[in-house]
C-alpha cells in the first residue's frame, strides 16, 4: 500500500492505493517476468513512479526479497514525501509473529505450520535515509478483503516536527503508541514515510536452512540483473522477434504484454456457488485451490474457463511446467459428471469484484473448450524426451479430458445427429434485443431471436470437432485405444455434412426460431416509468441466423474446412468485402453492414460482441491462415495474402495503442483502432506476441 504526503483528507479519498484499479494508476506494467524466479514492475501515478522489483534464489523458493524505488517526476503535482505499507497476513491462529523496530525499518519473526520458522524485514536500501515516521498497527479477524477500509480506518493526521528536505505540518500515520501486537493478531501493517526518492526492500529468509548470502543490497540487484540476462535471451530463443526486425520498442511492447500475462497468475482458494436443474437452491462447492492466469489484474482478477485455453497458448510456449500445473488445476476442478465451473470465484477477495447476478454457477451450462487448444499446441511444440518426461501427467490430463468431452457430448447436443446446442440463454425475456449466449463466450453476438431447444450453433460444433481431433491425437500419443472418438471427429470433419446443416450458400451460420426485423422501443411499463423493451416487427421462423461476423467463420478458424473446400476459397475471397468485417485494425466482431452492428442489447447493454476487434478470434484466424497458406490448396496464395495483411494490421494497430495509452485492451474500436473496455487486458489480447513471433 502507498500514498502521497499531501493534504491528508485528500489523500485518503483519492490517492492512497492497495488493490489493482482500473481508474487509479496513469499506467502500471510487468516490464519482465519469467513466472518464476524474478519480475520487474513499473508503476505511474500522479507525479511519481514506483519500481517493484522481486528476486527468489533458488528453485526451492526458500528465500526471497521485493524492492521498492520511488521517484518524483518533477511535475507540479508531484510529492514530496511517500507513505509506504507493508502488511504480512497470518491465515491460522497455530501461526506466531513477533515484530521489533530497527533505525531504519521494521524485524519479524514468525513461525506457521506451512513454512516453519522465518525472519523478515522492511527497511531502506540506504541505513542513512533519514525515515520522517515509523509505525505499525496489529488487527484481530481482519480479512484480507476489508484490509484497505481497516487501514484507512486507523490512520490519522499527526503533527510532523521533524527537520528535512520535506516541508509538511502534518502527516498522516498510525499513532505510535499504538504498538502492541496479541496472540490473537492476524494482520500486522508497518509503515515507513520517507522523502523522495525513496527505496526500500523486504527480505524474507526461511530459519530452517542456512546460507552464506543474504538477499539485500548489492547481492539482490546482481541477482536481478543475471536474471533480467537470461530472461532477455530466452524470450529471443523462444519468439524470436529481433531476428524478424522488430525494433527495441517493439521488444519492450512484447515483453511487457508477455510479462503481464504471465505475472498475472495466482493463486485462489475456496467455494464455488453453483445450481443445477438437479437441485433446488443453489449449494456451496467443495473447497479447492486453482493456480491459473487471469484476464485482467484490475477488472477480471479470476479464473474464467474459455479465457484460460488462450492464455496458455502464449505460457505454453514459455514453459510447458506452468501450463500443465495450471490446466492440471482446472481439471481437478471438475465434479463427477465432467462438468468443470466457468467462472471461478474463489474467496472473499474475488467474489467483491463479481456482479451479484454472475456468482452462481449453473453445472448445466457448458464454455469453450479451449483448453484443447492450448494442449494441441503443447504437443506440437513438444520434443519427443519432453513427452516422455510428462507421459504420466499426460495420462492423467488425457482421462480428465475424456470425461470433460463425454459431459460436452451427452449435454450440450443439439436437436438433429451431430448439432449442438449451447444452454443458458433466456426465452422469455423482452427486455434484451437478442437474448445473450453467455456460456458461448460472445455473450450478446447475435444468435436466434427467439431461443428454444430446436435451434443449433455452428460455433460449438466446430468446438466438438476439434475436440474429437484434439483427443484422438493425444490418445495416439499415450497409446491409448481412441477409435470412437476417431471416429466422431471423422464425422463431425465431415464437410459435406457441415455444409447441409449450417451453410446459407453466402456463409455459415446457426440455425433457429429467428425474426429478422426485431427492435428495442420506449414502452410505459409503470406510472412514470418507461423503458425500452424489444419489438418483433417481423414474425419468427426456423431459419439460418444471417448474421455477418464471427460465427461464420468458425469453421475456417478451427481448421475444420479441407484446403480444397469452396466454402473456405468463398470465405476468403469475401474476407475483405466492403462493410463486411475486414478492418484495418483486426476483424471487426459484426459486420459494418449488419443491421446488429454496434446496436445495444438492452436499455443499458452497450454493444460487446457486436462490432469490436477481439484479439483471441483475431488469433485464431491468423493462425488458420498460416495453416492453409502452408498446405496444398487452390487458395493458398489467397491465404497468404490475407495473412500477411491481418497480423500486420493487428499488430501495428496493438502497438500503436500501446505506445499511446501504455495498456493492452480487451477489445479495440473497429471504426478507430483505439483501445477500449476494460485496461490492461494481458489476457488473451497478450497472444499478440505469438502473432508478432509467427508461433502458432
Known sequence: MWMPVHNPEYVLNHDFRHTSEQSDLKSF?????????????VLQDKGYILETSFAKTNVMLQDWSARVKVRATGAAESPQAIHLYWYLGIEHNQSKVRISRLPNGFSVYGETSELGKFHMRYKTVNADVKVMHNAYNCGENIPLHLLTDYVKGKLKPIPYTGRGPVVTPIIVAFDPASTACSESSNI???????????EVEIVYENLNIERTVTLEGAHFD??????MSDFNKKFEEKFQLKSKGYTDDHLVFAKSTFSNLIGGIGYFYGRSIVKSSEVEKPIYYWPAALYSAVPSRSFFPRGFLWDEGFHQLLISKWDNNISLEVIGHWLNLMNADGWIPREQILGNEALMKV???????????????????????????????????????????????????????????????????????NGTTDRELNPKTLTSGLDDYPRATHPTDEEYHVDLRCWMAFASRSLTNLGDLLGINVDKYRETAE??????????????????????????????????????????RRVVRKLPQPQFVKVQGYINLFPFILMILEPSSPELGHIFSTLKSDNYIWSPYGLCSVGRSDSYYLKYNTQHDAPYWRGPVWININFLAIRALDHYAKVEGPYKDLSAQLYTELRR??????????????????QYNCKTGKGQSVHPFTGWSSLVVLIMGEQY
Open 491 to 532: 464425422i463431425l470433419s465431415d464437410n459435406d455434412l457441415l455444409k447441409k446443416l449450417h451453410w446459407t450458400g453466402d456463409y455459415f451460420a446457426d440455425y433457429g426460431l429467428h425474426s429478422e426485423v426485431v427492435g428495442l422501443k420506449n414502452t410505459r411499463v409503470a406510472q412514470n416509468v418507461v423503458e425500452k
Open 355 to 425: 456482479p451479484k447476478e454472475f456468482v452462481v454457477q449453473n453445472a448445466d451450462y457448458a464454455n469453450p473448450p479451449t483448453m484443447f487448444l492450448a494442449l494441441e499446441s503443447m504437443l506440437t511444440s513438444m520434443q519427443p524426451s519432453e513427452i516422455l518426461d510428462h507421459h504420466s501427467t499426460l495420462k492423467k490430463v488425457f482421462h480428465r479430458l475424456t470425461m470433460w468431452y463425454n459431459w460436452y457430448n451427452t449435454t450440450q447436443v443439439g436437436p438433429l445427429p451431430t448439432t449442438y446446442r449451447w444452454r443458458g440463454r
Open 188 to 198: 500486522v501493517i508497518m509503515q515507513l514515510t520517507l522523502p523522495l526518492p525513496a
Open 29 to 41: 506494467t510487468w516490464t519482465h517476468h519469467d513466472g518464476n524466479r524474478f519480475g520487474v514492475q
Open 649 to 666: 494490421n493487428v499488430v501495428q494497430n496493438m502497438y500503436k495503442e500501446f505506445t499511446k495509452t501504455g495498456f493492452i485492451w480487451e
Open 222 to 227: 546482481d541477482l536481478i540483473s543475471s536474471y
